[in-house]
Nanobody, 124 residues
Framework: QVYLVESGGGLVQAGGSLRLSCAAS????????MGWFRQAPGKEREIVGA????????YYAGSVKGRFTISRDNAKNTMYLQMNSLKPEDTAIYYC?????????????????WGQGTQVTVSS
């Protein structure tokens, strides 16, 4: 079992930055790819980006590419999402997730464990 806790959400003006963290505990043997998803009101949960277990490979959704950066510190069992140039359409609950294996899964169904989410609100 892997437990995930997100932090770092909040209210920010358009153009601003936030850094989200996802702390993992439990069976953290680092054989997990991890991902960030988000869900806006009335919309489906969508992938923001993902990172391989080693951190050497990443994936970004087109809507955030060039603005968001995913990283992880396996020594601290923590994944990060640096969000720059935020837009009102980035407003959502952001979730971190972990998937068994080393590759970079994109589909929600590939993820085995989920955090509770953290709210990000970008004002115009």
């Amino acid at each position: 079992q892997v437990y995930l806790v997100e932090s770092g959400g909040g209210l920010v003006q358009a153009g601003g930055s936030l850094r989200l963290s996802c702390a993992a505990s439990g069976r953290t043997d680092n054989n997990y790819a991890m991902g960030w998803f988000r869900q806006a009101p009335g919309k489906e949960r969508e992938i923001v980006g993902a990172i391989s277990s080693s951190g050497s490979s990443t994936y970004y959704a087109g809507s955030v590419k060039g603005r968001f950066t995913i990283s992880r510190d396996n020594a601290k069992n923590t994944m990060y999402l640096q969000m720059n140039s935020l837009k009102p359409e980035d407003t959502a609950i952001y979730y971190c997730a972990a998937a068994l294996g080393h590759l970079v899964p994109v589909a929600k169904g590939a993820y085995n464990y989920w955090g509770q989410g953290t709210q990000v609100t970008v004002s115009s």
